[in-house]
C-alpha cells in the first residue's frame, strides 16, 4: 500500500496529497429486545447486531490539494448503488458499505463563483446481504 493512502472506498482513495479528511467516526451498535416484566426490570435478549455507521469529515481546498471533481465522484458512487469496500490505507478492510450521503460546504467564494474551500462529509453505512 501507498504511504501517502488514508482510506479508500472501492476505487476512490483519500490521500494525504489529495483529498483527505480529518476526522473519521465510527459508530457500530447491537440490537437487544425487551420483553416487560411485572414489578420489575425488562427482560433483556439479545438480536444481532446493529448498525455500523462511518462518517469522514474533511476540507477540500483545491488549490493546495484534491479537485474540484472529487466531490461529484463520490456523489456519483453514491448515486450507482453499488456497495463498496472500505479499506484503511495500510490495508486493513473495514467491511462492505453504502455511500448514504455526501454534505459540502463552500466557503471563500471567488470570482466565477468558485469556493476556495470546501467542508464535506460522507456518511457510509454497512452492507449486509
Given amino acids: 500500500m501507498s504511504s501517502d493512502r488514508l482510506l479508500s472506498i472501492g476505487m476512490f482513495i483519500f490521500t494525504t496529497d489529495g483529498l483527505s479528511y ?3 467516526e465510527r459508530r457500530m451498535s447491537w440490537n437487544w429486545a425487551a420483553a416487560p416484566r411485572f414489578g420489575a ?3 433483556l435478549q439479545f438480536t444481532g ?3 455500523d455507521k462511518i462518517t469522514l469529515n474533511g476540507v477540500l481546498v483545491p488549490e493546495v490539494a484534491g479537485k474540484y471533481s472529487d466531490i461529484a465522484r463520490l456523489r456519483e458512487m453514491a448515486d450507482s ?3 463498496q469496500d ?3 490505507g495500510e490495508g ?3 467491511g462492505q458499505f453504502v455511500i ?3 454534505d459540502h460546504r463552500e466557503q471563500n467564494i471567488i470570482m466565477g ?3 476556495r474551500r470546501y467542508d464535506f462529509a460522507v456518511d457510509l453505512l454497512r452492507y449486509q446481504p
Fill in 22 to 24: 480529518q476526522e473519521l
Fill in 41 to 43: 426490570r425488562d427482560a
Fill in 49 to 51: 447486531p446493529g448498525e
Fill in 81 to 83: 448503488g453499488q456497495v
Fill in 86 to 88: 472500505v479499506t484503511l
Fill in 92 to 94: 486493513d478492510v473495514l
Fill in 100 to 102: 448514504v450521503a455526501v
Fill in 113 to 115: 463563483g468558485r469556493a
